[in-house]
């Protein structure tokens, strides 16, 4: 079972996040090929959807890594693949959730860069 289904399976997340998340596994698997941090990274976006259908908020980051994040030289990428991802799944996230998504997203790229 994979982590999806267990999350499904034990009521963490709803179908409808299920299929969002698979469709942006299946989009992240594609352009950079399967990994350990797009797993992890597609598990942390699924979540993130379930706390906002569920209006769950979550505790920010501190104001310096919140400005490491914008420093990092492949910020901007990672914003545009967020904006990708929230298009494919018709969703959009808080900008707190968005902070955690964009540090698992520069992990990812990071990760491709030194391949």
């Known amino acids: 079972m994979d982590r999806l289904e267990l999350l499904l399976s034990s009521g963490l997340i709803a179908q409808d996040t299920c299929e969002k998340a698979r469709k942006v596994d299946a ?4 352009r950079f090929g399967w990994s350990e941090k797009i797993e992890m990274f ?6 993130a959807l379930e706390r906002r259908q569920n209006e769950e908020v979550i505790e920010g980051l501190h104001e310096e890594a919140v400005a490491e994040i914008y420093k990092n030289p492949d910020f901007e990428t990672c914003r545009l693949l967020l904006e990708e991802l929230e298009s494919l799944t018709a969703s959009g996230l808080s900008a707190t959730e968005e902070q955690f998504i964009l540090i ?6 990071n990760e491709n860069k030194n391949k």
């Open 27 to 30: 989009c992240l698997t594609e």
């Open 42 to 47: 597609v598990t942390h976006y699924a979540m």
């Open 104 to 109: 698992h997203l520069l992990n990812i790229v």
